[in-house]
């Protein structure tokens, strides 16, 4: 479990490794709603899948974007 105190809300910019599902996946489970943003819509999909799956207290927001170009900040 992650130890988020007052924390509502997170942002993470997912990079598909399975650290990045972890983080994801502790925050969720601690009742964070998280905005995960990746470049691959698929692995996106999959993680929200596995969110909803696991029934947890926080919200899943996904949106597509390759962060390293400018243009998609």
Do not use: C, F, N, Y
Not at 2 to 30: F, K, N, P, Q
Not at 56 to 71: E, F, N
Request: no cysteine.
């Amino acid at each position: 479990m992650i130890d988020v105190g007052r924390l509502a809300a997170g942002v993470l910019a997912a990079d598909r490794t399975a650290i990045g599902r972890a983080i994801t996946l502790g925050l969720l489970e601690a009742g964070v709603d998280v905005a995960a943003v990746d470049k691959e819509a698929g692995w996106l999909a999959e993680l929200a899948a596995q969110a909803a799956a696991q029934s947890l207290p926080g919200a899943i927001h996904t949106t597509t974007a390759d962060l390293s170009r400018a243009q998609a900040l």
